[in-house]
């Protein structure tokens, strides 16, 4: 099956600094989303990027397919900002398959 | 905005017993899925269900696991005889054809 790898695994960040998040995959596939664990456990959505750019404010993400890659950008980070960011893709059968997550750490 | 719904948010069972869990899925979705975390680690799929039937499980699937959609608005995972090693946070999905899945907010197991 298709392999999610995420780095760095851990990141540590002043409030205000960016960061780049990055995911690799071992194929080719058909949706990939960018998912925000807070510190509860909820799952929030922040990207459905099978291709291109998206912003959504303070962050964005893009993703090359052909070169199996994508990357999450936070810019001007937040305390709120913590916690664990998953990416997950889908290759020809239909589920997720989650890479290991970045845990983040914004401290004031 | 519409979401995925799931309860309880926090369930505490004694090994051996039956739990289910319940998902009330985004109404105009069409897939379901459940997924579980072991604390500390990454997210798991266990099984999607399309067209009031499984279309893929897992290894992690066995059988004393089993899902229902036994109306048309919940969709439901149990767990037969719960083990220790099932304790875990328990997602469930929902999505359009090829489109955006959405997930709950969980429900947190716990075996004793």
């Known amino acids: 099956g298709i392999q999610v790898e995420q780095s760095p695994p851990d990141l540590i960040l002043q409030e205000g600094a960016n960061s780049t998040l990055r995911c690799n995959f071992s194929?080719?596939?058909?949706?990939l989303q960018w998912f925000h664990q807070n510190p509860w456990g909820q799952l929030i959505n922040l990207f459905y990027?099978?291709?291109g750019t998206k912003q959504n404010g303070r962050l964005s993400a893009t993703t090359v397919a052909t070169e199996r890659y994508s990357l999450l950008y936070i810019s001007s980070s937040q305390t709120t900002d913590s916690g664990v960011y998953f990416c997950?893709?889908?290759?020809?059968?239909?589920?997720?398959?989650f890479g290991t997550g970045t845990r983040l750490q914004v401290f004031p | 905005e519409p979401e995925v719904t799931q309860t309880p948010s926090h369930q505490v069972t004694q090994m051996g017993q039956e739990v289910i869990l319940r998902c009330v899925p985004i109404s105009n979705h069409l897939y379901f899925y459940w997924y579980r975390q072991i604390l500390g680690q990454k997210v798991e799929f266990l099984v999607s269900f399309y067209n009031n039937e499984i279309s893929e499980k897992s290894e992690i699937f066995d059988d004393q696991f089993s899902v229902e959609r036994p109306d048309g608005s919940n969709f439901t995972l149990k767990i037969r005889s719960t083990k220790l090693e099932d304790s875990a946070m328990y997602f469930c999905?929902?999505?359009?054809?090829?489109?955006?899945?959405?997930f709950g907010q969980g429900t947190r197991l716990t075996v004793v």
């Open positions: 999905a929902s999505r359009a054809r090829t489109a955006e899945a959405f």
């Open positions: 990027i099978p291709s």
């Open positions: 194929d080719s596939v058909n949706n």
């Open positions: 997950a893709v889908e290759g020809n059968t239909d589920k997720l398959i």
